[in-house]
């Protein structure tokens, strides 16, 4: 009985660490990256800070298109603070702000208006 269960603890421990290598190896097949293209724009999706804003300017800079679109995001809050007239910019405007600092004319920025919640509702507002 002893001789058993050391042999299914040892095939457990085996599948586990199988699993484990499979995991941590999965998704290589799947993934891809490709070179960045000339575009007509350049889609910026809120959410994840100066990091977007960064790569979309570099973009820029290199030639890849000539303008930056962003979508304004739902804000909770936001609209108690506007009944009390007080003026909060918005993610887009904010990351506008940061583009314009890093010499990306003004007028290359669009941003559309929106609330956007979600990556979806993103992607439904510029489409």
Do not use: H
Not at 24 to 36: E, H, K, N, W
Not at 86 to 106: T, Y
């Amino acid at each position: 009985m002893k001789v058993k269960r050391q042999r299914a603890l040892f095939i457990g421990i085996i599948l586990l660490a199988l699993l484990v290598v499979f995991f941590r190896y999965a998704g290589f097949g799947i993934v891809t990256s490709d070179a960045p293209e000339k575009a007509d724009l350049i889609i910026v999706l809120m959410g994840s800070g100066p990091d977007r804003i960064l790569g979309a300017v570099d973009l820029y800079e290199q030639g890849y298109a000539p303008c930056i679109m962003m979508v304004e995001n739902w804000q909770p809050g936001y609209e108690l603070l506007v009944s009390r007239d007080v003026n909060l910019p918005r993610d887009a405007e904010l990351a506008a702000m940061v583009g314009v600092q890093l010499k990306v004319p003004e007028e290359a920025f669009i941003i559309l208006p929106g609330d956007a919640r979600s990556t979806q509702d993103e992607a439904l507002i510029v489409t």
